[in-house]
C-alpha cells in the first residue's frame, strides 16, 4: 500500500461548475475538475502522489487520515437470476401477487399463474 492510498479521495459532481470536482480534504485545499469522473479521479490520485512525495522530501509530518474504514470484505449481490432463484422461482415463473390491483394491471397470461 501507498502512503498516498491512506487519504480519502471524493470526486463529486459539481451543479454550480457543471464539472466533476476532485478534492483530498485532508493533504490539501482545491483540487482538480474536469468533465469526466475518471479522468477526474485519476488525475487526483497523481495529485495525491505528488504532494505525498513532496512532503517527504521536505520532511513534513503526515496528517492522520481522519476516517479509517473497517470491512469485512464480504458482500451479497442478488440481481436478476439470482434474485428469482433466492425467491424460490424459476427464472421464467413471473412472481405471483395476492393484491388484486397489481393481478389486474398484469397481462393476462400472467395473471393467471
Known sequence: MKESDRYLKI???S???QKYIGTCPEL????CHGDNEAKVYKEL???VDEVVQLM???GDPFPEPKRQIECSGKFVVCVGILRAQADG????QPRRTTSP???KSRPTSLART
Request: proline share 0%.
Open 45 to 47: 490520485c497523481q495529485i
Open 28 to 31: 490539501f485545499s482545491g483540487g
Open 56 to 58: 517527504k522530501e521536505d
Open 11 to 13: 470526486v463529486e459532481w
Open 101 to 103: 390491483k397489481a393481478a
Open 89 to 92: 422461482l424459476s427464472q421464467t
Open 15 to 17: 451543479d454550480e461548475d
